[in-house]
């Protein structure tokens, strides 16, 4: 994308940072927990696992998706999940 605008990707990450208050990287983690809150508000926790929810949005590393999620919602993931009553 750098080149494609004729900047460097240093400048782009730069600017991105500028515009959007946080780091390209931050931004996609963002988008990522916001996704995995999305799905596990609707799983059947009958069925459906943190785990499985987590490696679907792309977080390989359990224990750090827990601790983001944590951190961004002020509740763990698993709590979300079984907050989901309408499989009750």
Request: hydrophobic share 45%.
């Amino acid at each position: 994308m750098a080149q494609a605008i004729g900047v460097t990707t240093r400048m782009l990450e730069y600017s991105f940072a500028d515009v959007m208050g946080v780091s390209p990287k931050d931004y996609l983690k963002m988008v990522r927990l916001n996704a995995a809150r999305r799905a596990l508000r609707v799983a059947d926790p009958r069925t459906a696992t943190v785990a499985e929810i987590a490696m679907d949005h792309g977080f390989w590393h359990l224990g750090r998706f827990s601790a983001y999620y944590s951190e961004m919602f002020g509740e763990k993931p698993s709590d979300t999940l079984r907050a989901n009553a309408s499989f009750g």
